[in-house]
């Protein structure tokens, strides 16, 4: 069968540029599709194709007139959901039949319950996916666990899951070639080093209230073996510097242990970018120091909130001590910090104003600030769906307010720009 994977463009809308003007605030992001790579891996004896509409927006009418594919896979976060509806309409135009996974239709099935979609794939689906391909093609009525026929007007049937081991197929390798004609696009921003994707783990043992990552695997906190990390990495040669893009590559201590020690024996000498909680940090900095001999360049953390207050609010189960003790520590390591921080659409001018002294007190390198968004699917969710006056998923990018801000709309967007540039200011990764 020709089978199409398709990357859905930069999309999203921001509230501060269409009202206010203020544009700095909307994110580009770059990166390969290490997903529908993941799904082409485990697929034989069939002719694949991936279109990254990140990387060519205009590609895909292109495609479809050449390919003709018998089925399309299409993956979404959920600023991306509504053009994955508009794609899966155009690509229904060619008589493909038409399955959706991801983030999004992993923790909202129901919004792709429509008649532009034919399947919905919940949690990690590289088996699943490659299953329900051998069902159209040699026919048959019972589908994999974790899938589901669309059912517009009723509710989907589908069966809720975790996502176990034998969902990973660490045997097989993503299939990294098939990009390989966009592998320039995919840059670490600022430096213009070309940066490839891993994945080491998935899911998280955590359950913060406004994350979505539980819908990845449905609850489990899985880890692949370090050789097939480590053959992961070694194709991509041209490659200096992998994100591992784990939601947490240090869940489970013994094992991150096992894995830098298995980098350094591997003889890679490769760069990594890791997701870390501060209290793994605090708690085990040795574990850092292993790290960073084995290569790790930078972490991407979690910090959320610099009071107690704040963070027991979203379930984060840390304290605010451990997130300045961990930039304590890696700052001594040397290991560039990213750190991420949610502003709520409560926040007061005061608020902004505690995170710019925090950012002028301790020296995180890169911060990432978001808004407090409501994601489908998640705790938060569930307590605040009655806030929500802003029901338009493309506005779902984590850097709009789609609950009623505190603040004067225009005064909030404008303190939150600023405190943007005030970290961007002398950033480095
Ligand atoms: C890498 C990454 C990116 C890359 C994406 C590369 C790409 N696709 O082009 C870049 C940097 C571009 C990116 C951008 C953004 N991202 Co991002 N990103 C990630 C990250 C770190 C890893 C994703 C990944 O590759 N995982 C590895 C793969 C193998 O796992 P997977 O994606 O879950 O795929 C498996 C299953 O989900 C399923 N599956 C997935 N797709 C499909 C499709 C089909 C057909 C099937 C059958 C199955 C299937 O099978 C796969 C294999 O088992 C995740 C966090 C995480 N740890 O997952 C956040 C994450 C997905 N991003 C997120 C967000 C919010 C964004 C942004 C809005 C920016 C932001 N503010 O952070 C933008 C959105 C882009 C835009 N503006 O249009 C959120 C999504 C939350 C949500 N519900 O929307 C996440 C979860 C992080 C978070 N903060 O919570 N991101
Ligand atoms: S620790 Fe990070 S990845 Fe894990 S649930 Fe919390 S926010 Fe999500």
Not at 133 to 140: A, I, S
Not at 407 to 422: H, I, K, M, P
Request: a negative charge; one cysteine or more.
């Amino acid at each position: 069968m020709n089978i199409l994977l398709v990357n859905p463009p930069n999309c999203g809308r921001s509230i501060p540029e269409e009202r206010y003007g203020i544009t700095s605030i909307k994110q580009i992001f770059r990166g390969e599709p290490l997903a529908l790579e993941e799904l082409a891996g485990n697929l034989h004896g069939h002719e694949i194709r991936l279109i990254d509409l990140k990387a060519d927006p205009g590609g895909l009418a292109r495609e479809l007139q050449e390919f003709r594919p018998d089925v399309a896979g299409i993956t979404g976060v959920t600023c991306e959901a509504n053009t994955v509806l508009r794609l899966a309409q155009e690509i229904r135009g060619y008589g493909a039949v038409v399955v959706v996974g991801g983030i999004h239709a992993s923790n909202d099935p129901e919004f792709f319950n429509r008649e532009e979609i034919d399947y919905i794939v919940t949690g990690l689906g590289k088996r699943t996916f490659a299953q329900l391909v051998d069902l159209l093609e040699e026919g048959g009525s019972v589908l994999p666990s974790g899938v589901c026929r669309t059912s517009p007007g009723r509710p989907l049937d589908l069966e809720r899951r975790c996502s176990s081991p034998a969902d990973m197929v660490q045997e097989q390798s993503p299939d990294y070639q098939l990009v390989s004609r966009y592998r320039e696009h995919y840059v670490l921003e600022r430096l213009g080093i070309r940066m490839g994707f891993v994945a080491s783990a998935f899911g998280c043992p955590h359950s913060c209230s406004f994350c979505a990552i539980r819908g990845q695997t449905g609850g489990s906190y899985l880890t692949r073996s370090a050789e097939a990390v480590i053959r992961d990495i070694s194709l991509l040669p041209q490659t200096p510097v992998i994100r591992l893009v784990d939601a947490n590559t240090f869940g489970d201590v013994r094992r991150a242990r096992e894995l830098a020690d298995a980098l350094l024996r591997s003889g890679l000498a490769k760069q990594y970018l890791a997701d870390i909680r501060s209290d793994t940090v605090v708690r085990h900095p040795e574990l850092l120091r292993l790290w960073k001999q084995a290569g790790l360049r930078a972490v991407i953390i979690g910090f959320e909130a610099i009071d107690d207050a704040s963070l027991a609010s979203m379930q984060k189960a840390s304290e605010a001590r451990m997130n300045t003790e961990a930039i304590a520590i890696l700052h001594d390591l040397g290991i560039t910090i990213v750190g991420d921080f949610i502003i709520s659409p409560d926040a007061e001018q005061e608020d902004f104003s505690r995170l710019s002294r925090y950012f002028s007190d301790n020296p995180i390198d890169l911060p990432m600030i978001t808004v407090m968004t409501p994601l489908p699917g998640t705790p938060l969710y569930s307590r605040q769906q009655h806030l929500i006056t802003n029901h338009d998923l493309d506005y779902y990018t984590l850097t709009n307010a789609v609950i009623p801000t505190r603040l004067d709309e225009e005064r909030f967007y404008t303190a939150y720009a600023e405190l943007l540039s005030q970290g961007h200011n002398h950033a480095r990764i």
